[in-house]
């Protein structure tokens, strides 16, 4: 059976990540599966549980951490917790698919160590902070508590960029896809 392999996208929020990652997996010759991660942070507007996330109370989050479901698990945000479970990755990989992961800068890395000679890292790279807070702005899913951790985030996750194996600049979308598009393929036929 093929499939197996992984794809990791990390970039920092804004930067235009879910919006690349949904339409590589129109590209059904790429075989990819969506990595559903767990989160403590409350859905937005249109976020459906086990498609976007598995939405799970602080205290869910914590059980699971304590019961070692979890591959890796980051607290991206205070009090805001983001993880992949086991179970969602073997669920995956025994469909006979390659698995495609949005995580934060940090668990990218780490399920990049963790996988190192079946994966391939990308990050998305906003062409600046301002863009950034323009984008995150217009997609309106932001107080300005949350925008303003979003964007300190940013520069040290901007900093750590790197450490991946490919840097996919979103300034023009469609380039930025045509792009990505063009570097899976190699990786993943
Ligand atoms: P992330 O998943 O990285 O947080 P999104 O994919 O939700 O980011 O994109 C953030 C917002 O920016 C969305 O409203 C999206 O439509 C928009 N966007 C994405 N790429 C671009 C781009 N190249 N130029 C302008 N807006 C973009
Ligand atoms: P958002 O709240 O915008 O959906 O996600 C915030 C950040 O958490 C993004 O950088 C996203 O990639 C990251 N994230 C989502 N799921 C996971 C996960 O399972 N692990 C880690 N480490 N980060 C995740």
Known sequence: ?????????????????????????????????FSVSATSRAPRPGEENGKDYYFLSTEEFKRRIENNEFIEWVEVYKNQFYGTLRSEVERLFSMGKN???????????????????????????????????????????????????RLERAEFEISLADRFDVIIVNDD?????????????KFLL
């Open 1 to 33: 059976m093929a499939g197996g392999k992984i794809v990791i996208f990390s970039a920092p929020s804004g930067a235009g990540k879910t919006t690349i990652v949904h339409k590589m997996l129109e590209y059904k010759e790429f075989n990819l599966a």
């Open 99 to 149: 698995v495609v992961f949005d995580v934060d800068v940090l668990g990218g890395l780490n399920i990049k160590k963790a996988y190192s000679d079946r994966s391939l890292s990308v990050f998305v790279k906003p062409p600046s902070i301002e863009e950034l807070r323009n984008r995150l702005m217009k997609r309106g899913t932001e107080t300005p508590d949350s925008l303003k951790k």
């Open 173 to 185: 979308l469609q380039k930025a896809i045509d792009e990505t598009r063009k570097v899976l393929a």
